[in-house]
C-alpha cells in the first residue's frame, strides 16, 4: 500500500472524502484508496467541509498527509493563512516545522524542498 | 521606516498589550537597549507590532519572521536598499559579509530600532547575527515573541541573554478586555458563548477568533445560528483546549 493511502485511510473520513473531492490523488492512489476504504469513503462523501473546519482538521491530524496536500495544491489562498494561524496553535515539532515551512513557502507561490539542517 | 509621527489608525482597539509594547518600543529606543516582549500565542502581538510600526515617531523596521527565514533573509533586509538586489554572481557580487559591514556602517551613520516579531522562530546562527549587530553598532531592538523565545535564549543564547536589558511578559488579557476585543472584532455572542471561551481559552483573541470562525462554520453547514453547540462541536478541531469541556 502506499504511504500516501495509509495515511490518508488513518485520518479522519470527512477529511479523506475532502480530499478526494479536491482532486488530491493520482489515479492509482485513488483507486487504492477506495479499494481499501470504499464503505467509509462512500459513507462520508456526502459530507462537506468548510474552508476552515477542512484546515482545521488538517492541521490537527498528520503533518505529513498536510505537506503532501500543500504541495499538491490542494489547499489555497485564504485556506494556506488559515493553516498557518492553526498550526500555531498546536504544539511543536521537526514534522509540524517542516509543514509549516511548506506553506510559508506556498504563500510565497514557492515549492520544493523545505528542509532546514540548523 | 517612518521618520514622522503618523495618526493612530482607527482600526485597532488599544488594549494593554498594545500599550505595553508600545511603550518598551519607546524605551529601547530612547534607552539603546535591547528588550523582549514575550506572550503567549494569540495574545495580539503581531497586531501590536503592526500598530507600533505605524504610530511610533522615530526611525524604525520591522522583521516578521518565518519558519523559514535565514541569516541571508536578515542580511538582505537590512543591508540592502529598498528596491536593490542582492548580486550573488558576475562582476559586482556581495558576499554576506559585505552586505554586513554596510548595514553596521548604515546603522552607525543613521541608527533605528530594530523590531523583530516572531523572533521565538529565529534559528540558532540568526541570533548570532542579531547579536553581532548589537556589539557592532548597539543596534536598539525590540524582540517579540511567545514563550519559546525565552526558553531559547536562556539555553543556546548565553551570550545574548545577557545582553538584554528588560525581558517583558506579558499576561493574557482579563475577562473584561478580552470580550471588548472580540466585540471590536465583530463577534457577538451570548454570556454563555462567551463563558465556555472564556474557560476552553482565556485571554487569547486569536484563539477565541480561530474557534468562533469554526463554530460558524458548523453552524452555516447545518443551517443554523451560532449557538453553544457550535462552539462545543468546534473544539474538537482543537486537541488543546478538548480537556476543559
Same mark, same amino acid.
Given at each position: 500500500?502506499?504511504?500516501?493511502? *495509509?495515511?490518508?485511510?488513518?485520518?479522519?473520513?470527512?477529511?479523506?472524502?475532502?480530499?478526494? *473531492?479536491?482532486?488530491?490523488?493520482?489515479?492509482?492512489?485513488?483507486?487504492?484508496?477506495?479499494?481499501?476504504?470504499?464503505?467509509?469513503?462512500?459513507?462520508?462523501?456526502?459530507?462537506?467541509?468548510?474552508?476552515?473546519?477542512?484546515?482545521?482538521?488538517?492541521?490537527?491530524?498528520?503533518?505529513?498527509?498536510?505537506?503532501?496536500?500543500?504541495?499538491?495544491?490542494?489547499?489555497?489562498?485564504?485556506?494556506?493563512?488559515?493553516?498557518?494561524?492553526?498550526?500555531?496553535?498546536?504544539?511543536?515539532?521537526?514534522?509540524?516545522?517542516?509543514?509549516?515551512?511548506?506553506?510559508?513557502?506556498?504563500?510565497?507561490? *514557492?515549492?520544493?524542498?523545505? *528542509?532546514?539542517?540548523? | 521606516?517612518?521618520?514622522?509621527?503618523?495618526?493612530?489608525?482607527?482600526?485597532?482597539?488599544?488594549?494593554?498589550?498594545?500599550?505595553?509594547?508600545?511603550?518598551?518600543? !519607546? /524605551?529601547?529606543? !530612547?534607552? /539603546?537597549? $535591547?528588550?523582549?516582549?514575550?506572550?503567549?500565542?494569540?495574545?495580539?502581538?503581531?497586531?501590536?507590532?503592526?500598530?507600533?510600526?505605524?504610530?511610533?515617531?522615530?526611525?524604525?523596521?520591522?522583521?516578521?519572521?518565518?519558519?523559514?527565514?535565514?541569516?541571508?533573509?536578515?542580511?538582505?533586509?537590512?543591508?540592502?536598499?529598498?528596491?536593490?538586489?542582492?548580486?550573488?554572481?558576475?562582476?559586482?557580487? $556581495?558576499?554576506?559579509?559585505?552586505?554586513?559591514?554596510?548595514?553596521?556602517?548604515?546603522?552607525?551613520?543613521?541608527?533605528?530600532?530594530? $523590531?523583530?516579531?516572531?523572533?521565538?522562530?529565529?534559528?540558532?546562527?540568526?541570533?548570532?547575527?542579531?547579536?553581532?549587530?548589537?556589539?557592532?553598532?548597539?543596534?536598539?531592538?525590540?524582540?517579540?515573541?511567545?514563550?519559546?523565545?525565552?526558553?531559547?535564549?536562556? /539555553?543556546?543564547?548565553?551570550?545574548?541573554?545577557?545582553?538584554?536589558?528588560?525581558?517583558?511578559?506579558?499576561?493574557?488579557?482579563?475577562?473584561?478586555?478580552?470580550?471588548?476585543?472580540?466585540?471590536?472584532?465583530?463577534?457577538? $455572542?451570548?454570556?454563555?458563548?462567551?463563558?465556555?471561551?472564556?474557560?476552553?481559552?482565556?485571554?487569547?483573541?486569536?484563539?477565541?477568533?480561530?474557534?468562533?470562525?469554526?463554530?460558524?462554520?458548523?453552524?452555516?453547514?447545518?443551517?443554523?445560528? /451560532?449557538?453553544?453547540?457550535?462552539?462545543?462541536?468546534?473544539?474538537?478541531?482543537?486537541?488543546?483546549?478538548?480537556?476543559?469541556?
Amino acid at each position: 500500500m502506499r504511504e500516501i493511502v *495509509r495515511r490518508t485511510i488513518c485520518a479522519p473520513s470527512e477529511l479523506t472524502a475532502e480530499l478526494l *473531492r479536491r482532486g488530491m490523488f493520482q489515479p492509482e492512489e485513488k483507486a487504492e484508496l477506495l479499494r481499501s476504504d470504499a464503505e467509509r469513503s462512500r459513507e462520508s462523501l456526502s459530507r462537506r467541509l468548510r474552508p476552515i473546519q477542512f484546515v482545521a482538521l488538517l492541521a490537527r491530524g498528520d503533518a505529513q498527509l498536510a505537506t503532501r496536500a500543500v504541495l499538491r495544491d490542494v489547499v489555497r489562498g485564504p485556506e494556506l493563512h488559515w493553516l498557518d494561524r492553526f498550526l500555531r496553535f498546536q504544539k511543536q515539532n521537526s514534522k509540524r516545522d517542516e509543514l509549516i515551512r511548506t506553506v510559508e513557502r506556498a504563500m510565497e507561490g *514557492r515549492k520544493g524542498n523545505v *528542509r532546514r539542517n540548523s | 521606516m517612518s521618520a514622522e509621527t503618523v495618526e493612530a489608525p482607527g482600526n485597532v482597539l488599544i488594549n494593554p498589550v498594545i500599550k505595553n509594547l508600545t511603550a518598551l518600543a !519607546a /524605551r529601547a529606543w !530612547a534607552k /539603546r537597549w $535591547m528588550i523582549t516582549f514575550t506572550a503567549p500565542t494569540g495574545i495580539g502581538k503581531t497586531t501590536a507590532v503592526d500598530y507600533a510600526a505605524r504610530i511610533l515617531p522615530f526611525d524604525h523596521r520591522v522583521i516578521q519572521c518565518k519558519q523559514i527565514t535565514t541569516r541571508y533573509t536578515l542580511l538582505r533586509d537590512l543591508g540592502l536598499a529598498p528596491g536593490e538586489k542582492w548580486t550573488n554572481h558576475g562582476r559586482n557580487w $556581495m558576499r554576506a559579509s559585505d552586505l554586513y559591514d554596510r548595514a553596521v556602517e548604515r546603522i552607525r551613520e543613521r541608527p533605528y530600532l530594530l $523590531m523583530v516579531d516572531e523572533a521565538d522562530r529565529l534559528s540558532m546562527d540568526c541570533f548570532e547575527i542579531v547579536r553581532d549587530f548589537w556589539d557592532d553598532a548597539r543596534l536598539p531592538m525590540l524582540l517579540v515573541g511567545n514563550e519559546v523565545l525565552t526558553e531559547k535564549l536562556n /539555553r543556546q543564547h548565553e551570550r545574548l541573554f545577557r545582553r538584554i536589558r528588560v525581558r517583558f511578559d506579558q499576561r493574557p488579557l482579563r475577562e473584561a478586555d478580552q470580550r471588548k476585543v472580540l466585540e471590536f472584532m465583530g463577534y457577538q $455572542m451570548t454570556d454563555e458563548e462567551f463563558a465556555l471561551l472564556w474557560k476552553l481559552v482565556g485571554g487569547s483573541p486569536g484563539f477565541a477568533e480561530a474557534l468562533l470562525e469554526n463554530a460558524n462554520e458548523i453552524a452555516a453547514s447545518k443551517g443554523v445560528k /451560532r449557538g453553544i453547540e457550535a462552539l462545543e462541536g468546534a473544539v474538537r478541531y482543537f486537541p488543546t483546549c478538548r480537556k476543559v469541556v
